[in-house]
C-alpha cells in the first residue's frame, strides 16, 4: 500500500465529518438487527430528506425530474428513486444495489421447548450460513415482524418487534464433557444451537412464555398475535475498536455497511438533480440465494424502472435503451486479507483493511464484474480521490457469490461488483475498516453525480 494512502487513512481517522458519519453507521447498524428493522430505518431517512412513500398497488402517474420517492416489498426490501433531468431512454440509470439480511437463526412456530429444571430454550432453524460457533455464550435478543389481526382476513397489520435488551443465550458444553473441543466440533443446527430463554415454575407458563413476551414489547393483545418473522441478533452494540479506533466490530457488517454507504451517498444528491435518474436498490434474502419477491431475482424492480419509463411519456423501447445506458454497483462486502490465515488467499489480489473499495472477479462468472466494468468503477474512485483494490479467489479454494449476476439475468446491465474488504464474514461479529467506509460513501457520491 503506497505511503501517501497509508497517511490519507490516518487523516480520515482524525476528521470531525468523518468521526460522524463512523457514528452515524454503528448507530444504524444497532437500530438494524434484522432486514425489517433496516428498512424501516432506512425509510425514515428518506422520509427526512424528502423522498415520498409511494405504494406499488397505486398507479405511477409522473416521474418528473427531480422527484425523489421510494416503494418497499414485504417489509424487507427498499427501493429509492431520485428522477434526473433527462429521461431513462436518454440517460439511463446509476444504480447501487445491496442487500439488507444477514445470515442468523429463525424462531420456529411452536418455538418453546420445556426441559429438566425448568429451563426453557427455543426451537430455531438456521437462515443462511452463519459461523455457528460465534453466537454461543453472548447475550442475543429477539428482533422481527409480528402479524396481528386488522380490519379482515385479508389485511392484518404488521408490527416490528426489537427486544431491546439481552433475552437469549445459546451456551456452550463445558470442556470437562468435550476435552476435543478445540480440536473442532461439528454442529447439529437442530441440537446444539437453541437458545435459552429463562427459567420457569410450570408448564402453563412455558406455552405462552414467547407469546407473553411479544404481547409485552407491542402491547396487543394475546389473542390478536396471528403470525411472527423473529431471529436471533446480538445484544451487543457495534462499536470501534484498535489502537487508533481504526477497526469497526459489529454484527451484519455484511451487507447493512454497504446498504448505508449507499444511503449516504444517495442522500448527499439529494439536494441536487443529475441527468441521470439515481437507484437505491436494497434487497432481500441473498444470503438464501435471492429467489423471492423481494429479492434480486425477482422482476420487481425491473416493473418499477418500466413504469417510470412509461411515466415520462416513453415506450419499453425506451425501457430497453435506457438498460443500455445504465450503470450498476453491486454492493455486497469482500474478502480482507487475515493476518493468521495467508494461506487462504490469492498471492496477487488479496485486499487490506483500509486499503479502499474491493473490486471482485471469477473467472466463473460468480459477479458481474468484467474488464469494462472494472475499469469504469476504478475510474469513478480515482476521481474520487479513493484507492481500489482487487480481490480474486485463491483458485484452490471455492468463493460465494452475491446478487449483481442474479440481478443482471433479469435486467441485462452493464455493473461491477465490490465491496469493502472485512474479516470473519457471516460470523455473528464482523470486523471492517472504519476507513474503507468513508471511502465508499465518497465513491459511491461521486459514482451518482
Known amino acids: 500500500m503506497h505511503v501517501w494512502y497509508i497517511r490519507r487513512r490516518m487523516f480520515l481517522l482524525t476528521t470531525t465529518n468523518n468521526k ?18 433496516a428498512v424501516k430505518a432506512i425509510t425514515e431517512q428518506l422520509k427526512a430528506a ?11 402517474v409522473s416521474a418528473m425530474p427531480g422527484d425523489k420517492f421510494f416503494v418497499t416489498k414485504n417489509d424487507s426490501s427498499v427501493f429509492a428513486f431520485h428522477i434526473g433531468k433527462e429521461k431513462l431512454s436518454d440517460a439511463g440509470f446509476r444504480m447501487i444495489c445491496a442487500h439488507c439480511d444477514s445470515p442468523t437463526f429463525r424462531i420456529k412456530p411452536n418455538a418453546e421447548m420445556l426441559c429438566e429444571g425448568g429451563i426453557v430454550k427455543l426451537n430455531t432453524e438456521v437462515y443462511g450460513g452463519p459461523i455457528m460457533s460465534t453466537w454461543f455464550d453472548r447475550p442475543l435478543t429477539l428482533a422481527g415482524r409480528v402479524i396481528v389481526r386488522g380490519k379482515d382476513a385479508m389485511n392484518p397489520v404488521t408490527k416490528l418487534l426489537h427486544v431491546r435488551r439481552p433475552l437469549l443465550q445459546i451456551s456452550n458444553l463445558a470442556i470437562h464433557f468435550n476435552r476435543q473441543v478445540n480440536d473442532g466440533v461439528a454442529l447439529s443446527r437442530q441440537k446444539d444451537v437453541l437458545p435459552i430463554l429463562g427459567i420457569i415454575s410450570n408448564e402453563l407458563e412455558c406455552n405462552n412464555l414467547l407469546i407473553n413476551i411479544i404481547r409485552e414489547e407491542l402491547n396487543v393483545n394475546a389473542d390478536d398475535i ?49 441527468n ?17 419477491k423481494q429479492g434480486a431475482g425477482s422482476p420487481f424492480l425491473a416493473s418499477m424502472l418500466q413504469r417510470i419509463a412509461l411515466a415520462q411519456g416513453d415506450t419499453m423501447e425506451g425501457f430497453y435503451q435506457a438498460v443500455e445506458h445504465a450503470f450498476m454497483i453491486s454492493a455486497d462486502n469482500a474478502h480482507a486479507w487475515h493476518p493468521n490465515y495467508p494461506e487462504k488467499y490469492d498471492p496477487t489480489n488479496h485486499p487490506h483493511l483500509g486499503g479502499g473499495p474491493v473490486i471482485k472477479f ?11 466494468s472494472a475499469a469504469v468503477f476504478a475510474e469513478i474512485c480515482r476521481e474520487a480521490g479513493v484507492p481500489c483494490q482487487r480481490f480474486v479467489n485463491h483458485s484452490d479454494v471455492a468463493g460465494g457469490s452475491t446478487l449483481g449476476n442474479i440481478l443482471a439475468s433479469s435486467i441485462p446491465l452493464r455493473g461491477v ?11 455473528c461479529r464482523e ?14 457520491t461521486q459514482f451518482y453525480k
Not at 463512523?22 to 428493522?37: E, G, K, T, W
Not at 396471528?226 to 489502537?243: H, I, K, M, R, S
Not at 470486523?431 to 459511491?444: E, G, L, Q, R
Request: with cysteine; charged share 15%.
Open 50 to 60: 424528502g423522498f415520498k412513500h409511494m405504494d406499488a398497488a397505486s398507479p405511477l
Open 431 to 444: 470486523t471492517a475498516s472504519v476507513a474503507d467506509h468513508i471511502y465508499c460513501v465518497k465513491a459511491f
Open 362 to 372: 471469477n473467472a466463473a462468472q460468480k459477479y458481474a464484474s468484467d474488464a469494462v
Open 276 to 292: 441521470a435518474t439515481q437507484v437505491l436498490a436494497i434487497f432481500d434474502n441473498e444470503e438464501t440465494g435471492s429467489q423471492t
Open 20 to 37: 460522524t458519519m463512523i457514528q452515524r453507521l454503528l448507530s444504524f447498524l444497532d437500530a438494524s438487527p434484522v432486514n425489517f428493522l
Open 417 to 427: 461488483d465490490m465491496g469493502n474488504a472485512m474479516l470473519a464474514m457471516h460470523s
Open 226 to 274: 396471528l403470525d411472527f418473522d423473529l431471529y436471533l441478533a446480538d445484544a451487543t452494540p457495534a462499536c470501534t475498536f484498535g489502537v487508533h479506533n481504526e477497526l469497526i466490530s459489529s454484527g451484519r457488517i455484511d451487507d447493512l455497511s454497504m446498504c448505508y454507504a449507499g444511503l449516504e451517498a444517495l442522500l448527499a444528491n439529494a439536494g441536487t438533480t443529475a
